[in-house]
Nanobody
Framework: QVQLVESGGGSVQAGGSLRLSCAASGATFSTYLMGWFRQAPGKEREGVAGIARGGSTRYADSVKGRFTISKDSAKNALYLQMNNLKPEDTAVYYC?????????????????WGQGTQVTVSS
């Protein structure tokens, strides 16, 4: 059974940084599409960053140049380095995965989801 567990969320002031981690288990994640999504209060969940099995990446326009997604296949771990955080980045952040051949930030593509970790950015 695939399990995803996020960690690293917290509270930070605007301009600060956080690094989210996602520990994955239950599958060989080297062949998986993996991604980070977020959901702010009163808003729909949105794709933030995705990384394909081959390592190519895609970002939402709102985080380009500030966030970096990476993975360590040997450790079955996914990361999201978030720099220059803004109050509008405040949300619950979710790790997601699926054994998939292409790169996508479409929520419907992903099959497995973590429980989420809260990120709060104050001005």
């Amino acid at each position: 059974q695939v399990q995803l567990v996020e960690s690293g969320g917290g509270s930070v002031q605007a301009g600060g940084s956080l690094r989210l981690s996602c520990a994955a288990s239950g599958a060989t994640f080297s062949t998986y599409l993996m991604g980070w999504f977020r959901q702010a209060p009163g808003k729909e969940r949105e794709g933030v960053a995705g990384i394909a099995r081959g390592g190519s990446t895609r970002y939402a326009d709102s985080v380009k140049g500030r966030f970096t997604i990476s993975k360590d296949s040997a450790k079955n771990a996914l990361y999201l380095q978030m720099n220059n955080l803004k109050p509008e980045d405040t949300a619950v952040y979710y790790c997601a995965a699926r054994n998939w051949w292409s790169l996508s930030l479409q929520e419907a593509v992903f099959r497995y989801w973590g429980q989420g970790t809260q990120v709060t950015v104050s001005s």
